[in-house]
């Protein structure tokens, strides 16, 4: 018997769709794109994180009765970055796009971004930034700068002459994700930036405006974070992957609890008249314990401790702060004693700790 003869076309262009607590956003954008796209063979690929507003199930029953509606629904995994690679992943057609579900993006550009790929580009993304795009209404302010800075420093140290790398709409060949699959990190939700940095060849990309619309239903998951988050990834590539994105942040967490330490030491002797000695006691457990939150929430924060771990968690992080601090400080007495320099021991030690207490902690209290 000959292959069996596939009777209904597959889809030109997949929208991969990441969503986390999008349920009431699952139809209405289905409607969009429906009214969008008509005359192209799509599918739109929501990638869920198991949301525990049901986001899977709407988008599940709605695949019922309209197949060109897919989701995955993702368990024991959390990330923006990831959601979108699996669903890139999971689609046959030679064109994907990511879009985020909230409906900030505007799909009314979708068919100019597939005209694009078919004059020959590899990579078309909606941009915020160029002539005629805009996000004034949709990004708070602080984002806004965070988000201009970032795209300046990916300029100058990565030469990525995007105008908005933080973009998260864009349209890509699929083959050009498929080739370099392997190397794409799954955490964080930088898959746009990751994607150009990581591609070997130049993309021959096209940048389209738009407006990035107000958030309707449903919040924001991201927040200010992305930035942090953002910065850290450019100066991790910047450094030509020596520093990984998770170590700068635990460091950026570290520079933070020393000036908590400071603050405490002069409150805890001004204010209580302790002696130095208490003083610094008092210090250092609010230090690591600041450092610990911020870590909580932050640098682990797909790993995040509650309930009894979180203090099971905290109480190990004081161990292995206190063992860093023994390796710090012998370190440097060390080194101190070939020589008396002050700062080369200082430094050394801090270095020592700091790395112990990375290594350590990414074991032992927040491990996976
Ligand atoms: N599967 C999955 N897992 N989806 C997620 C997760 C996650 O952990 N976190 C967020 N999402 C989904 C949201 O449901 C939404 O569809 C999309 O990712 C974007 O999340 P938002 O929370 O709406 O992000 P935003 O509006 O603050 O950020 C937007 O602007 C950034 C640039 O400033 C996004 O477009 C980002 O991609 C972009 O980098
Ligand atoms: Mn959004």
Known sequence: MDCPVPTLSAPELSIVVPTFNESANIAPLVRLLDKALSGIAWEVIFVDDNSPDGTSRVAKELGLIDSRVRCLRRVGRRGLAGACVEGIMSSAAPTVAVMDADLQHDETILPAMLSAIR??????????????????????LIRQWGSETATALAKRFLRIELSDPMSGFFMIRREKVEAIASVLSSDGFKILL?????????????????????????????????????????????????????FLMF????ASGIVVHLATLKITTLAFALTFSWAQFAATMVAMTWNFVLNNQLTYRDRRLSGLQFIFGLVIFYAVCSLGTLANVGVASWIYGFGPNQMLAGLAGAILGSVFNYAASSVLTWRK
């Open 119 to 140: 004059n020959g580009a590899d990579l078309v993304v909606g941009s915020r930034y160029v002539e005629g795009g805009s996000s004034s209404s949709g990004l708070s």
């Open 194 to 246: 990751d994607i150009v940095a990581s591609t070997p060849e130049r993309l021959n990309t096209v940048e389209i405006p738009f407006t990035f619309r107000e958030r309707k239903a449903g919040e924001s998951k991201l927040g200010t974070l992305v930035t942090a988050e953002y910065l850290g990834l450019l100066f991790s590539k910047i450094s030509g992957g020596l520093f990984p994105v998770r």
């Open 251 to 254: 460091l950026a967490v570290g």
